[in-house]
């Protein structure tokens, strides 16, 4: 290959989705050669990238209509983060997003079809990996960072508001954005919080993380930390804590604040479940399962069934003969709760391998999602495997 192409940055097509690659390292990419084209930001509120276009045209893009990716010329590389919406023409410029189509996930073949049909490649961002099969780039520190924020403003809002009052929709802590504009105002608004609530208990929140050696847990700590919490009142532990003792683990009902952040990838007895919670000397009043394994059948927090949202942050979980609450926070897309660093980290850790796109025939993070990407395609049924003519 060895020859730039173009890349055209889309505008996110989820509701609720803020979050792109980042005006920096588009000018990274334009200082190396690479002519890139970025659509416009949609106006509606709930469209709206947290980068300006501004931002972007400042860092040496040229601004297109929005939604324009597909008039782009064929050889144009397609940037986004979010999958497409669901619409059945075949795709004919190759894609660099998340495109949730090689866990066998309902749509799979229609949504990875597409590609094949068009004669491009999707290069999926989960499934970027170093020659140690390590993810190049991910949001994991972000969620766990909003995560903690989150089950901080639920254990102080649950000290200072009666218990048949749930944490309302994050837009009323937002001036009706729905997400934070920085992390500093995040942080900010925490600490405050977190004063409030320990007004009235009269002490900080104890907070137990379990994952907390990978990129969740990591950002989850600092936020605690930031927050206010001192290696007294936070509990981390990873494998190392786990492997000779099974759960559920008391050391969780005995915190006020649970965390679980861990990536599951065998069977695992549960870390809680309504006999520990029964416990009358139970602190655990917020739960946080940023991991979110919810539908799998061996989801370690078998105490609820249904992911939470931004605008309905909290699920009550009951406990019999308890009058002590407990809520459940479950969001599958927390970083877009903090889009401005989110967006930032991510792209930055892609940058490196932005970089060799040219190149990318040879370049072996791209070759190895191509490679990945063409045995996803060989489980196609036959006719959507081929190029349509
Ligand atoms: N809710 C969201 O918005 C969101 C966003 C990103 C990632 N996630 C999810 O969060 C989870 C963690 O992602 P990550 O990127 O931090 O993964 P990671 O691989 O970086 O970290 C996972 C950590 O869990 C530890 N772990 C695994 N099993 C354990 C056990 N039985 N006991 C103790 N520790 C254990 C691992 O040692 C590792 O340190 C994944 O399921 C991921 O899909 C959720």
């Given at each position: 290959m060895s020859s730039y192409p173009v890349l055209h940055l889309r505008q996110e097509q989820r509701p609720y989705e803020h979050r792109a690659f980042s005006p920096d390292v588009v000018g990274k990419l334009v200082a190396a050669g690479y002519p890139v084209h970025v659509e416009r930001s949609s106006t509606d509120p709930s469209y709206e990238r947290i980068f300006k276009d501004q931002e972007y045209s400042d860092a040496g893009a040229k601004l297109v209509d929005t939604h324009t990716w597909t008039d782009a010329d064929k050889g144009t590389l397609i940037l986004g983060l979010k999958e497409l919406p669901e619409e059945d023409f075949p795709l004919k410029n190759d894609h660099i997003q998340f495109?949730?189509?090689?866990?066998?996930?309902?749509?799979w073949e229609k949504v990875l079809g597409r590609f094949p049909r068009g004669g491009s490649t999707l290069y999926d961002l989960e499934f970027l990996v170093d020659e140690q099969g390590r993810r190049v780039s991910a949001f994991g520190y972000h969620a766990g960072f909003a995560g903690a924020a989150l089950a901080l403003k639920v254990w102080a809002w649950q000290l200072t508001h009666?218990?048949?009052e749930p944490l309302p929709s994050v837009e009323n802590f937002t001036s009706g954005r729905?997400?934070?504009?920085n992390e500093e105002e995040l942080v900010q608004q925490i600490r405050e919080d977190v004063a409030a609530g320990e007004k009235v208990a009269g002490r900080k929140p104890h907070a137990m993380i379990l994952g907390a050696l990978g990129r969740c847990g990591r950002g989850a700590a600092d936020m605690f930390k930031r927050a206010g919490l001192t290696d007294e009142n936070l509990t981390k532990w990873d494998l190392n804590e786990t492997k000779d003792k099974q759960g559920p683990y008391k050391e969780i009902v005995d915190s006020d604040i649970f965390l679980n952040a861990i990536y599951l990838s065998d069977p695992i007895p549960p870390f809680v479940n309504q006999e520990t919670l029964s416990s009358p000397d139970r602190k655990l009043t917020v739960v946080c399962?940023?991991?979110?394994?919810?539908?799998?059948?061996?989801?370690?927090?078998?105490?609820y069934n249904t992911l939470t949202t931004f605008t309905k942050p909290t699920l009550p979980v009951k406990v019999p003969s308890s009058e002590l609450p407990l809520s459940v926070i479950a969001i599958d897309h927390l970083p877009s709760m903090m889009p401005r660093e989110a967006s930032d980290a991510f792209s930055q850790g892609l940058l490196e391998s932005l970089l060799t796109l040219k190149d990318r025939d040879s370049a072996p993070v791209w070759k190895r999602a191509e490679d990945l990407f063409k045995k996803h395609v060989s489980r196609l049924p036959p006719g959507l495997q081929k190029k349509e003519v």
């Open positions: 495109s949730h189509c090689y866990k066998d996930q309902g749509g009666p218990a048949s729905g997400y934070y504009l399962d940023v991991s979110c394994d919810t539908s799998n059948p061996h989801n370690p927090i078998p105490i």
